[in-house]
């Protein structure tokens, strides 16, 4: 099973200018220096805001991943996602976002090797957002 680091090391390792910001139990990755919009983050305790994880057990994080509309209805179907639906304490269970899965996140508490190698195409996807809002931005 992988760890946060080895997670925070893939993405700081794999995708190009990215920052990193921690705060409140939280590693953000965003694209470029402006951090307007993480494309992903690392969520390792609970929190004021956000404790339907029970991130608080020992050993436990969340990799929460923003993708496009498009990829996120083909995992989650078309419309309102039903977030009750799912049981965000499960461990390697890829999930819509708690919070927010109407801004097309999606997450996974301790994703296995095996799990991490179907979000590598999704954390690409989240990276390739994150660079088009930046030059969108910039233009």
Do not use: W
């Not at 969520?43 to 404790?51: F, H, K, L, M, Y």
Request: net charge negative.
């Amino acid at each position: 099973m992988l760890d946060e680091a080895a997670i925070t090391s893939y993405i700081t390792g794999t995708f190009e200018g990215v920052e990193t910001m921690a705060a409140m139990g939280y590693t953000f990755f965003f694209y470029g220096a402006d951090r307007m919009l993480p494309f992903a983050t690392l969520a390792s305790a609970d929190n004021e805001g956000d404790r339907v994880s029970n991130l608080d057990r020992p050993g436990v994080f969340r990799l929460n991943i923003g993708v496009s509309r498009s990829t996120f209805q083909s995992l989650f179907g078309a419309g309102k996602v039903d977030t009750s639906a799912y049981d965000f304490t499960a461990l390697d269970t890829l999930m819509p976002h708690p919070d927010y899965a109407a801004q097309s996140f999606l997450c996974v508490l301790n994703p296995s090797d095996a799990t991490f190698e179907t979000l590598r195409p999704l954390l690409s996807e989240a990276y390739n957002l994150a660079v088009r809002r930046d030059a969108r931005r910039r233009a």
